[in-house]
């Protein structure tokens, strides 16, 4: 018998390495591309280094541009016959959306290689086809619908930002007075006219909701489908400096995670200022003038309104508007804010800000003497929605049981599928059938939870019971009770109002 040793080097000699490629895709900048492929290199060489076990065959790069046709990916195409010629025992990639954006191909293309034994390790994922089954490659398709809208985001907003801080930025979209040509923005002379008008009525005297008012009453288009002219589009175009031929870049932004919102830029993110960088429509004089009109109106008349116990609470039989709060010759009054501005014809009229006091005062002493004839029915009517409630609540119970236990069989259905049990006609006959019966559980259990809002419904009529209960009639008006249940006033008529409390009881009182 011969012993052999095992030194270091023995150990190392025996052991078979990993054969690892790495793909990636780079940038069709020229410039770009060399850098980012020499860091590819860079990168990949590192990481054989401290993966020992690995032996790097080769980095395969296609341009950046290319990653959803296959037939144009040259590099991938070639990864692919050398892992065909046995070549290689591992792929590496930054993420799925490199690989391919195409679910049909990405799945083949997995399947195939791993048939020959080959894994693919996806690094952002953290995902290892060798660690996974055929039946979990069905979450590469959502993967890579999100990882595409992700990438595709991230260029769009990578690019924005190098053109702005270039100066090379204009717009997206051309502001009113102006259209968009091949990225450059022209004067469309028709509505250039209506701005410097605007401009003109405001510098001289005129205020915003007037001048919308005055368009409005001559039937000035606008842009979009919108029919209505408002103080906000008035304020927007005088504070908009593309007017007078400059641009501040930047002013929102979109979020970098799903799902995407656009919010106002308050700091977060850089703003450039392009000065010149379309044609103007006024004079500079004439934007400064209105931007120092503004502010000085703003510090004149910008504090925080008051909030008033009738704030938000009346409400226009006509137009639904709330109503606002005004004073005449030392009176104050309540009118439909949409007919104070002037914007509709509302029929309603001013009610002095007392006699709705007085109103709800005579209201509350009525529900207080009456409340044996208000509350014992009422009381009785939640015993019957507590019941009801209750067994609502049991049906809904058993509905979502019903939802999980169909859900489990659409996915075993889609095992089968994916496992070649069950043939495409089959599958989808069947998964149909159980998605309708699903949706139909949905329909029911929607009623079901509209039955069960109405559980906020007792709570809010046990409080008003409670609060009552409690009043001590008075001829001052309580403001924190007022609050407390009143949710909406209506004007009926000169003489009526009619007060919404919690619980969805109504009452009219004569005022």
């Not at 009113?176 to 450059?184: I, K, S, V, W």
Request: hydrophobic content about 35%.
């Amino acid at each position: 018998m011969r012993i052999v040793e095992l030194t270091p080097n023995r150990i190392i000699e025996d052991v078979k390495q990993i054969r690892l490629a790495a793909y990636c895709r780079v940038s069709t900048d020229k410039s770009d591309q060399l850098n980012s492929f020499v860091n590819q290199i860079k990168y990949y060489t590192d990481y054989t280094k401290k993966n020992p076990q690995y032996e790097l065959v080769e980095i395969y790069a296609d341009e950046g541009l290319t990653g959803t046709d296959m037939k144009k990916r040259s590099e991938f195409n070639r990864l692919l016959d050398d892992c065909k010629k046995r070549k290689i025992d591992r792929v590496i990639t930054k993420s799925v959306s490199r690989f391919a954006r195409n679910t049909q191909d990405l799945l083949v293309v997995i399947r195939m290689l791993k048939e020959l034994g080959i894994s693919v390790y996806f690094e952002e994922q953290g995902i290892d086809t060798s660690k996974m089954n055929m039946e979990m490659f069905a979450t590469f398709p959502g993967l890579i619908a999100q990882q595409e809208s992700v990438s595709i985001s991230q260029n769009m907003r990578w690019s924005y930002q190098k053109r702005m801080q270039s100066g090379e930025y204009n717009t997206q979209s051309a502001p009113y007075g102006y259209t968009l040509e091949n990225g450059e923005l022209i004067v469309n002379e028709s509505e250039a006219e209506i701005v410097r008008r605007i401009f003109d009525l405001y510098l001289s005297g005129v205020g915003k909701q007037r001048i919308a008012n005055i368009l409005n009453e001559e039937k000035v288009p606008l842009r979009y489908g919108s029919k209505t002219w408002t103080a906000t589009t008035i304020k927007y175009i005088l504070s908009n400096e593309r007017y007078m031929g400059d641009a501040l870049l930047q002013k929102s932004y979109k979020t970098e995670t799903l799902p995407y919102r656009k919010v106002i830029n308050k700091g977060e993110k850089a703003q450039y200022y392009v000065e010149n960088s379309n044609p103007p429509i006024i004079t500079q004089e004439t934007f400064e003038a209105a931007q120092l009109m503004q502010n000085n109106r703003t510090s004149n008349n910008g504090r925080k309104k008051p909030n008033y116990p009738l704030s938000r609470k009346i409400r226009c039989a006509d137009c639904g508007r709330t109503y606002r709060r005004m004073i005449v010759n030392g009176v104050t009054y309540w009118l439909c804010s949409s007919r104070a501005a002037g914007i509709t014809d509302c029929t309603a009229l001013r009610i002095r800000e007392e006699e709705v006091y007085t109103a709800f005062n005579k209201m509350v002493c009525k529900l207080k003497d009456n409340r044996e004839n208000i509350i014992l029915p009422t009381i009785k009517y939640i015993k019957i929605m507590q019941e009801k409630t209750s067994e609502s609540q049991q049906k809904i119970f058993e509905i979502d049981k019903q939802i999980a236990d169909l859900t489990a069989q659409n996915h075993t259905l889609a095992k089968f599928h994916t496992k070649g049990i069950l043939d495409s006609i089959s599958y989808t006959e069947q998964s149909s059938a159980v998605s309708d019966k699903i949706m139909n559980l949905r329909v029911e259990r929607r009623r079901l939870l509209n039955e069960s809002e109405e559980h906020e419904l007792i709570d809010n009529l046990k409080r008003f019971d409670n609060l009552l209960e409690k009043y001590i009639p008075s001829s001052e008006f309580d403001e924190e009770l007022f609050g407390e249940i009143v949710e909406n006033i209506v004007q009926i008529s000169k003489t009526e109002l009619s007060f919404t409390l919690i619980g969805g009881l109504k009452f009219t009182e004569r005022i």
